[in-house]
């Protein structure tokens, strides 16, 4: 006897405790309360964005990994340039939690059509709040930012470019 | 056909009470709710019968005599009954105790603490299998040894410790052994004679019994295992123990070790059936997935698995519909790395992403199904995403670069 009874099988109660136990499992699922995440971040971690890789010896192509594994994150970014320095592709994979594949998934998507100065200047406090990331996972964005700066970085160098006066968290 | 979300497949944590467990427990509540220390009333003596029909239906299953089952709240209070009240009543004898790294914190901290006020503990480390052996053990036994305490089963693990052998070698050497059987009661064959075990800590919650009810086996003859209380009072339970018998858990208690022993040899073969198929479904579909512990050597209905390159919480967050535990305190702000993984020699990132498997007396082989589906389908999902696995399919060894600090 399964105390997990099908759905949409009429209990059948041996006596009235047994019918008390069948009623409880009768609840609706309320789902694993312990991870809180936002919509926008369960849309990315269900369905992200941009998944994938740019040849990373192409010479229009920058790529930057950062994080460790032992340390539960590592984000892959990469981004194709054209001639005009505008970011004409993005793609990314990570090993990480929920947050860290949304934040990165999201930043592939900012960046898309930006120019590498405008690309530069993403906050990762700005993906904290289109995320409505808690506390705890601030670091997510933080590495995506991270992310897409190191990207940046190894197309200019790449590319014998300067790489300016950017701030580097 | 439809199945009822979440699946419960974490039997090691809790288990619900079986409805047959229940029954008898109930009118224990209303009208058979007498103490049982009352001698001179119907009530308390109803009571009391229910009590000892518990100690028998305990004694029972583990081979024990009915007087020699002491009432706790749980393994966790048998556990610091047995180590801090053999090393007070023993202190003359010696001040030395012999335990293992990936014993449950039960042990640990009661152990820990002994350490602080002047014992010596050896801390054995299991081999990369899990298993704690006896010939470990026979090498740390020394003069001035009074106690070895090495679980029988492991919880997070599943892996039984050589409990015949381990007993055979205390014997030799008159050193008392207790060891935390909370996993292994109920759930493989324990004879507290056979295996030479002095003093046992089971828990019903684990055997389809309530909460807040277990018991500690002591030996009575051969030798008298004598116990230093932790709990004064009434002098309840030989003076081991004492405070008001919790009947009603105690007679579920006893009810549950019942159900177990006689249908132990059919439950094993069924739990085995699921827990291979669980096993063979998952690696058979995942070229870099690992089972943890000495697979051959587990119990019937546990399994430990661990996804490389693949991250913890997000494959906790691919099969929540799966009720399981995690290598990892992933949920709260700490990313503590489950150190029973860490003692068999595994990283910090591959004790994340494992998994605890527990299959239980109500799982069915469609929820066996459901979840071998849901995880390959999990793991594959993040294998696309993963840097990590991108770099070994390219041939780097990803634990020789230098990762950044983060």
Known sequence: ?169 | MALKLPIYMDHNATTPVDPRVLEVMLPYFTEKFGNSASRNHEFGWEAEDGVKLARRQVGELIGADPKEIIWTSGSTESNNLAIKGVADMYKDKGRHIITAIHEHKATLDPCKRLAKMGYDITWLEPGADGIVTAAQVAEAIREDTILVTIMWANNELGTINELPQIGKVCKEKGVLLHTDATQAVGKIPVDVNAAGVDLLSGSAHKIYGPKGAGFLYVRRRKPRVRLTPIIDGGGHERGMRSGTLNVTGIVGLGKACELCRLEMVEETARLLKLRDKLDHGVLSQLEHAVINGKADQRLPGTTNISFPYVEGESMMMAIKDIAVSSGSACTSASLEPSYVLKALGLGDEIAHSSIRFGLGRFTTEEEVDFTIDKVVTAVKKLLELSPLYEMVLEGIDINAIEWGAH
């Open chain 1, 1 to 169: 006897m399964s105390l997990y009874a099908e759905v949409g099988e009429e209990p059948q109660p041996r006596n009235d405790w047994a019918l008390r136990i069948r009623a409880h499992e009768n609840k609706p699922n309320t789902g694993v309360r312990i991870m809180a995440y936002s919509e926008k971040v369960l849309s990315h971690y269900e369905t992200p964005r941009n998944v994938g890789s740019l040849d990373k010896n192409a010479k229009n192509v920058g790529t930057g990994i950062v994080g460790a594994p032992e340390c539960g994150d590592v984000m892959k970014l990469q981004i194709q340039v054209d001639d005009s320095g505008k970011i004409v592709d993005a793609k990314f994979k990570t090993f990480g939690c929920g947050s860290a594949i949304a934040s990165s998934s999201l930043a592939t998507e900012w960046i898309k059509g930006r120019t590498l100065d405008e690309a530069m200047a993403i906050k990762n406090t700005e993906i904290v709040q289109e995320l409505s990331l808690p506390p705890v996972k601030i670091h997510c964005s933080v590495l995506a930012e991270d992310a897409i700066k190191s990207a940046i970085h190894d197309y200019q160098e790449k590319n014998g470019l300067d790489h300016g006066d950017h701030d580097h968290n």
